[in-house]
């Protein structure tokens, strides 16, 4: 095992270790993945073969350390972005990006093959057949990543391998060893304003293009760099012996031995050194090469990934009736649903806690005067423990059949505004106006770790058990992911433009969703913060997040009076469920076609689809 402390001395540890025996430093990145060997790096960034903990066959793995240059929201928005463009068959899959002291890390798919240099050195130069077929595989691959605003910045020999064990299909029905693009450690999101202002000088010197070595690179210096390695694959002779420093010309023609006339022509012209007279886009490559469509070409990145600023919507499709209507009389401040469906706590801005039967509303058992406004409540899986938490800050706990009060938790500074229960019922997690989140062991009532990082209260909290992931919403719009074994960040997920007032994950552990103030619902990739959907379509604050057991059907409540159902598999509006007459704080599947909600002024309502 490799310290990823690029200060250490002594960076090479027995397998096994979990911490630098030189240094201290944790070996692996989110308890899962670990560098075995050192590939190359400079200043700016280092390159590690890694192994992945959970893997069984071949657990091989890239790891990327980087600098914090570019700032940390910088890096996310980077990472969110190629991980949404990663799911094209020809980019290694982004498995995870971490942030720990400073740094920030890729985990990418590690490609077994031969990259164009080592295949150069064995077999010899390439003729104009083997350019051809390397422009065809390799301009579909960059007109989708400008497509998708991303410049590459690194196009070069080494970053083309042609993997043996990845195929990819395509339309045609033919398909042969797919040749990948790999390192997009370069690799920059362009925007009108990017591309107004020069950046960092990234990429390899003697294949980027002019304008790149100044820091202006754009999506036609990726192409520049293109041509520079077809020209040194055709040759066989580095860039920087082939270009008239004098001249400012490329003289690569008289050592390339015979080479289609047209493809010479098409060579030259992704060589120009002036914009203009390069060529715009890939797509114009290929239409000189005769291709006007591209039957061949992969398929494009799956539908279920949306650029950006894109949302979905579409007709609703499922019809749902309201087939219970429970009026209890009783302002809500604070509404949980018990795991089995049977009953409902509520806290009212009387300071009464209360357990309610779900089926009539009657009232199973009622609290004492709370010294503050209840802001947060919670029943245990089991249904035997309620916690609320609010202003006075300290979180209350009943017992769940006879409302005895059980020892309280003090620690928070500041109000508690979200809680939630392991799914084994043993640890309760807390957020607090304090910026804080406590974690709680139920049989002590003590904390065992308090984690910080959030700017703003902390809002919303769910638990995956299972994988030992904590996800947190707050007030600032961001979602933290945290490791609940090894107690650490992992990720921060930004994009809403307000708090972020509900959090969940999918059952197949790979996406966490956000609700916010800003009325958006984001669903993105819990390990590598791609986006997978935004849905938009609450014309108030979404509150509350429920998701069905099958994995596939997400319900949201609103500030709007509405509960809504959405497709996760294809990002759909399902159905609007219109009835309440105030804010619905809470949502929650009963079973395989019932929901039941609860608004504010103490309504009650179970749907069933039709």
């Not at 370069?186 to 100044?214: C, D, H, N, V």
């Not at 289609?260 to 390069?278: G, K």
Request: aromatic share 6%; net charge neutral; proline share 4%.
């Amino acid at each position: 095992m490799f310290c990823l402390n690029p200060s250490c001395p002594k960076p090479t540890n027995p397998d096994g270790a979990k911490f630098c025996q030189t240094c201290g430093v944790r070996l692996r990145l989110g308890d899962r993945y670990y560098a075995y060997q050192p590939l190359g790096g400079g200043n700016a960034s280092r390159t590690f073969l890694g192994l992945d903990g959970h893997q069984i066959v071949d657990a091989r793995c890239i790891i990327k350390r980087f600098v914090n240059d570019k700032g940390e929201e910088r890096f996310r928005q980077e990472a969110a972005r190629l991980d949404e463009v990663s799911r094209h068959p020809q980019i290694p899959d982004l498995y995870a990006y971490f942030e720990r002291d400073r740094a920030q890390y890729l985990v990418q798919e590690f490609i077994e093959g031969r990259n164009l240099l080592q295949k150069l050195a064995q077999s010899g130069t390439f003729d104009s057949a083997q350019i051809r077929a390397l422009l065809l595989d390799i301009l579909p691959l960059l007109q989708f990543l400008h497509d998708h605003q991303i410049v590459h910045r690194d196009i070069k020999p080494t970053n083309l391998i042609r993997a043996v064990s990845r195929r990819v299909s395509f339309p045609s029905g033919s398909a042969h060893p797919s040749l990948m693009l790999v390192d997009f450690g370069a690799a920059k999101r362009l925007t009108e304003s990017a591309q107004a202002k020069p950046g960092t000088l990234m990429g390899s010197a003697e294949y980027a293009a002019p304008e790149q070595l100044m820091g202006q690179a754009t999506f036609a210096s990726d192409l520049y760099s293109l041509g520079v390695t077809c020209i040194h694959l055709l040759t066989g002779l580095s860039p920087f012996e082939l270009f008239d420093g004098a001249a400012g010309v490329w003289r690569w023609r008289l050592v390339a031995g015979a080479v289609d006339n047209r493809l010479a022509q098409i060579l030259d012209r992704l060589l120009a050194t002036s914009l203009s007279d390069r060529y715009p886009t890939a797509a114009a490559v290929l239409q000189d090469l005769g291709v006007t469509s591209t039957p061949d070409s992969p398929p494009p990145i799956r539908a279920s990934v949306l650029r950006s600023g894109l949302v979905a919507k579409v007709a609703e499709t499922q019809q749902w009736n309201c087939v219970t209507t429970v009026e209890t009389g009783l302002e809500m401040g604070a509404i949980a649903f018990s795991a089995d469906g049977k009953t409902v706590a509520v806290a009212s801005p009387d300071c009464l806690v209360r357990r309610l039967a779900l089926e009539d509303g009657t009232v199973r058992w009622q609290s004492e005067p709370q010294p503050g406004v209840v802001t947060a409540i919670a029943i245990s899986p089991d249904g035997e423990t309620i916690v609320t938490g609010g202003s006075d800050r300290t979180i209350q706990r009943w017992h769940g059949q006879d409302g005895a009060l059980l020892q309280p938790f003090v620690g928070h500074t500041e109000a508690v505004t979200a809680l939630a229960f392991d799914p084994y019922g043993t640890t309760l997690y807390s957020g607090s106006r304090d910026r804080t989140i406590r974690v709680w062991d139920l049989q002590t009532g003590k904390t065992t770790t308090t984690l910080t990082g959030h700017k703003g209260s902390v809002e919303a909290l769910a638990v995956d058990g299972d994988r030992h992931t904590l996800v947190s919403g707050s007030k600032e719009g961001a979602v933290k992911i945290w490791h609940t074994g090894t107690r650490e960040l992992l990720r921060t997920l930004s994009g809403h433009a307000a708090a972020v007032s509900a959090v969940a994950l999918t059952p197949d552990h790979q996406t966490v969703i956000s609700g916010s103030w800003d009325m958006s619902l984001k669903l993105r990739h819990v390990h590598a913060g791609g986006l997978r959907y935004n849905l938009v379509g609450h014309l108030l604050p979404i509150t509350a997040i429920a998701l069905h057991l099958n994995g596939e059907t997400l319900a949201t409540a609103s500030h709007d009076a509405t509960v809504k159902l959405w497709s996760l598999t294809q990002g759909k509006l399902l159905s609007t469920l219109s009835g309440h007459t105030a804010a619905v704080e809470a949502v929650a599947f009963l079973d395989s076609d019932q929901v039941v909600s609860g608004d504010r002024a103490g309504t009650i309502k179970i749907w069933q689809q039709v």
